[in-house]
Nanobody, 126 residues
Framework: VQLQASGGGLVQAGDSLRLSCADS?????????MSWFRQAPGKEREFVAY????????YVADSVKGRFAISRGDARNTVNLQMHSLNPEDTGVYFC???????????????????WGQGTLVTVSS
């Protein structure tokens, strides 16, 4: 599994941005979970959202609920994170991560993921 995150950039507060995570050559259906985390400067990595492709089930953290959405991409090996109403507190490096099986009750823990993408930087200016 090789994850490739893309779509980051510099935007203004209130703008929208879509991030994509692609698993090279493999359908996301074969993964138990694919998630997005973010890490702001000087802070710990924070869980943002996950997608269970086999069940077509999305989940977003309360901190971004109503503004962010996670979904399968058009390509069978891609999961997207659509972000709306961005604010400066959303600034950080966004990472996609995956596991072969679903970690019941532990999906928000970064240390239990086997696979990580390289991260894509999102900067929101005020």
């Amino acid at each position: 599994v090789q994850l490739q995150a893309s779509g980051g950039g510099l935007v203004q507060a209130g703008d929208s941005l879509r991030l994509s995570c692609a698993d090279s050559g493999r359908s996301v259906n074969t993964l138990g979970i694919m998630s997005w985390f973010r890490q702001a400067p000087g802070k710990e990595r924070e869980f943002v959202a996950y997608f269970r492709a086999g069940l077509n089930r999305p989940y977003v953290a309360d901190s971004v609920k109503g503004r962010f959405a996670i979904s399968r991409g058009d390509a069978r090996n891609t999961v997207n994170l659509q972000m709306h109403s961005l604010n400066p507190e959303d600034t950080g490096v966004y990472f996609c991560a995956a596991r072969d099986n679903f970690p019941v009750g532990m999906y928000s823990r970064a240390d239990i993921y086997n696979y990580w993408g390289q991260g894509t930087l999102v900067t929101v200016s005020s």
